[in-house]
């Protein structure tokens, strides 16, 4: 799937900030996030793989979670 139809799925809440930090260790823009998952990274590990987000302390591992469940949630219906 494209980034923007990955975007299409996500509520209103999870498209803030698109452009600041998801994960602060790393410095992972959180867009970049979304990007990993609309090609293919369904779970936090592949995404951790990808983009090193939430391989610090973990903080932001509940975010990317949230943000997987998003895009991810109609296709398992």
């Known amino acids: ?5 990955a975007l299409a799925k996500l509520p209103e809440l999870l498209k803030r900030d698109l452009d600041q930090p998801l ?3 790393n410095q992972i823009i959180k867009r ?3 990007e990993a998952i609309a090609e293919g990274a369904d ?4 995404v951790q793989q ?5 391989d610090g302390t973990g903080c932001c591992k509940r975010q990317v979670q949230a943000l997987i469940e998003a895009v991810y949630a ?4």
């Open 32 to 34: 970049v996030v979304i």
């Open 43 to 46: 779970t936090l590990q592949k």
């Open 74 to 77: 109609s296709d398992a219906t």
């Open 23 to 25: 994960c602060v260790c």
């Open 1 to 5: 799937m494209t980034t923007d139809e």
């Open 50 to 54: 990808q983009t090193f987000a939430s």
